[in-house]
């Protein structure tokens, strides 16, 4: 599936999905939308948080992401 917005925001490169997770939603959830998909993906922020950072710790991950 193609990512088309994140939270309201259109996304066009990877770097457009990176600063559209890094800021607050409003209502503290994430939503994203796929092309060609009717609902919605949403997530709890504070769950994804939470859930990335055991991930992290479990496969000794140094950093979540590098984008440039």
Known sequence: QIVDEINGVKILRL??????????????????KLLGEGRPIV?????????QKRILE?????EASYIE
Do not use: R
Not at 15 to 26: F, G, I, M
Not at 43 to 51: G, I, P, Q, Y
């Open 58 to 62: 479990k496969y000794d991950v140094k």
């Open 43 to 51: 997530l709890d922020k504070t769950a994804a948080a939470d859930a």
């Open 15 to 32: 770097k457009d999905a990176a600063d559209a997770l890094a800021k607050d939603p409003e209502g503290g959830f994430i939503t994203i």
